[in-house]
């Protein structure tokens, strides 16, 4: 089984402020992919990285996977409400299934 | 364009009832998934299909559980003899099978199965 783990798993920040999520795991993926959970509804897909070292941005999200593709970051600038929700990050091994992280709850104030 | 859809979005049943759950994969999209996701966890992987095959159903329950992707029509992941540690949220994903690291799945809403 591989596992990814994300840190931290709770996080409540005040508008403005910046943060960094961390997704960690022992195993290397061929891709991995962030997504945005709200409550009662599916995750949805935010990217896709798949090369070592690679950095994506998308908007004030900054997205970057390790140079040995097991771990990865989320990093959010100047923080908005509308940014509140359950970021989970899944790595793929392979054509099948997705590993799905434990999740990382943000909250941020107004 | 529409999304993964799947139906319905909430199910109610008795501890021994059976339950069906829908999922429609998006337009041109070929590949199924099927996730479970139980109260405060993340999301697990139950079993993979293409048309009419099973792939990988290396998450799912030995027994009381199957899923079938036939030829015309949605995805159905079936639960027999529900319990109640049955209740969790069920994802159906879909992809178009371009292959690993092409393969972005996209998620539909989910069943929220509840067994009292």
């Known amino acids: 089984t591989q596992l990814l783990e994300q840190s931290p798993q709770f996080l409540s920040i005040q508008e403005g402020e910046n943060l960094t999520v961390y997704c960690n795991s022992s195993s290397v993926f061929s891709s991995l992919q962030w997504y945005r959970q709200e409550p009662g509804e599916g995750p949805v897909l935010l990217v896709t990285?798949?090369?070592?070292?690679e950095v994506k941005k998308l908007k004030r999200l900054t997205f970057q996977f390790g140079d040995a593709r097991k771990d990865s970051s989320l990093h959010i600038t100047a923080a908005q409400p509308g940014d509140t929700g359950l970021y989970l990050c899944?790595?793929?091994?392979?054509?099948?299934?997705?590993?799905f992280g434990t999740g990382t709850r943000l909250t941020v104030i107004p | 364009n529409a999304g993964v859809m799947q139906n319905p979005r909430h199910l109610v049943r008795r501890r021994g009832q059976e339950a069906r759950l829908r999922c429609s994969p998006m337009k041109g999209h070929s590949h199924v998934y099927w996730y479970r996701q139980l109260p405060e966890e993340g999301l697990k992987f139950m079993v993979y299909?293409?048309?009419?095959?099973?792939?990988?159903e290396s998450g799912m329950p030995k027994e009381r559980f199957s899923a079938e992707f036939p030829k015309e029509g949605p995805s159905i992941l079936r639960i027999q003899q529900v319990v109640r540690g049955d209740s969790a949220a069920y994802f159906c994903?879909?992809?178009?099978?371009?292959?690993?690291?092409?393969?972005?799945?996209?998620f539909g809403p989910g069943t929220r199965l509840t067994v009292l």
């Open positions: 994903a879909s992809s178009p099978g371009g292959g690993p690291n092409t393969d972005t799945q996209y």
């Open positions: 299909l293409q048309k009419e095959n099973i792939i990988d």
């Open positions: 899944a790595g793929q091994a392979g054509a099948n299934n997705l590993f």
């Open positions: 990285v798949v090369t070592g070292g």
